[in-house]
Nanobody, 121 residues
């Protein structure tokens, strides 16, 4: 039974930092590509950051230079370090795993977490 559980969200002032965590169970994190997505109220879900099984990363243009995706295969954890946060980063952030088709942030993922809210004011 695959499960993804996000944590680490919260409220922060513009320019601040947060670190999101995604705990994976039911599979080994090194087995699948994983990613972070976000969805703001009234907007479509968008891909934020992607990491493949070799550790190669891809970022949305809007977060390049500010966000860093990483994972610890031994702990089965995925992380998103978010620096220099802006009000436009306010959204619910979701962890995803197992790219079924597509590539990078265009992947269709098979497993999703429930999300964690990030609010930047």
């Amino acid at each position: 039974h695959v499960q993804l559980v996000e944590s680490g969200g919260g409220s922060v002032q513009s320019g601040g930092s947060l670190r999101l965590f995604c705990a994976a169970s039911g599979f080994t994190a090194g087995t699948y590509s994983m990613a972070w997505f976000r969805q703001a109220v009234g907007k479509e879900r968008e891909g934020v950051a992607f990491i493949d099984t070799s550790g190669t990363t891809t970022y949305a243009d809007s977060v390049k230079g500010r966000f860093t995706i990483s994972k610890d295969n031994a702990k089965n954890h995925l992380y998103l370090q978010m620096n220099m946060l802006k009000p436009d980063d306010t959204a619910k952030y979701y962890c995803a795993a197992h790219c079924l088709r597509g590539r990078g942030l265009a992947c269709v993922f098979g497993y999703w977490g429930q999300g964690t809210q990030v609010t930047v004011s």
